[in-house]
């Protein structure tokens, strides 16, 4: 695998890592579904496997960035396997609304899982480590790269800021009923 076809995967695997934030992100929008603390640490794993995909895209593969990729993965799967594991007992209910019959934590670890598999993959091939010369532009050039890497970092920003909104720079409500910043604004005005 060449450094570029390795940079333009990372590049699809960052607009899928943003995909599903944007998906979290619209339904908290759309629906008025605040997320939980779990859901808030799951979506903590997505960005952070977004900084192990954006150091690739802007540094070039490395197996250090794959390991932090491979660390953020199996952190967000033991995350959402414990809420899968909390709303699996009859009677208990469940959190937000089913996409496709599954919930967003259910979601959350099969796509953890993908990326497990997919990194795992990602690091069979040897020659995508090709040392690069010094001066070969940021991103090698690849305007989809550049794409990726900025979505990924304004998903990221979006997210921490709706987090600071709800949670205000405390321990967030569990579960959440409104935007905690937001409420002690308006009482203080």
Same mark, same amino acid.
């Given at each position: 695998?060449? &450094?570029?076809?390795?940079?333009?995967?990372?590049?699809?695997?960052?607009?899928?890592?943003?995909?599903?934030?944007?998906?979290?992100? !619209?339904?908290?929008?759309?629906?008025?579904?605040?997320?939980?603390?779990?859901?808030?640490?799951?979506?903590? !794993?997505?960005?952070?496997?977004?900084?192990?995909?954006?150091?690739?895209?802007?540094?070039?593969?490395?197996?250090?960035?794959?390991?932090?990729?491979?660390?953020?993965?199996?952190?967000?799967?033991?995350?959402?396997?414990?809420q899968i594991l909390l709303h699996i007992v009859p009677g208990t209910g469940h959190y937000g609304s089913p996409v496709f019959g599954y919930h967003y934590y259910t979601w959350a670890a099969i796509c953890f899982f993908l990326i497990l598999l997919g990194t795992a993959i990602m690091l069979l091939f040897d020659r995508q480590y090709q040392d690069t010369t010094d001066?070969? &532009?940021?991103?090698? !050039?690849?305007?989809?790269?550049?794409?990726?890497?900025?979505?990924?970092?304004?998903?990221?920003?979006?997210?921490?800021?709706?987090?600071?909104?709800?949670?205000? &720079?405390?321990?967030?409500?569990? &579960?959440?009923?409104?935007?905690?910043?937001?409420?002690?604004?308006?009482?203080?005005?």
């Amino acid at each position: 695998m060449t &450094p570029e076809l390795s940079r333009t995967l990372n590049a699809l695997g960052t607009l899928a890592v943003s995909l599903v934030l944007v998906l979290a992100f !619209g339904y908290q929008l759309a629906l008025n579904e605040l997320p939980c603390p779990l859901c808030l640490l799951q979506r903590v !794993g997505f960005v952070a496997v977004g900084v192990g995909l954006g150091l690739n895209l802007l540094y070039g593969a490395r197996p250090q960035h794959y390991a932090l990729m491979l660390l953020a993965a199996l952190f967000g799967i033991s995350v959402s396997v414990r809420q899968i594991l909390l709303h699996i007992v009859p009677g208990t209910g469940h959190y937000g609304s089913p996409v496709f019959g599954y919930h967003y934590y259910t979601w959350a670890a099969i796509c953890f899982f993908l990326i497990l598999l997919g990194t795992a993959i990602m690091l069979l091939f040897d020659r995508q480590y090709q040392d690069t010369t010094d001066d070969q &532009p940021r991103f090698g !050039g690849n305007t989809l790269a550049k794409t990726a890497f900025f979505v990924m970092l304004g998903l990221a920003a979006l997210n921490a800021g709706s987090t600071l909104l709800e949670c205000g &720079p405390g321990i967030c409500a569990d &579960p959440p009923t409104s935007y905690k910043l937001i409420d002690e604004l308006d009482t203080n005005n």
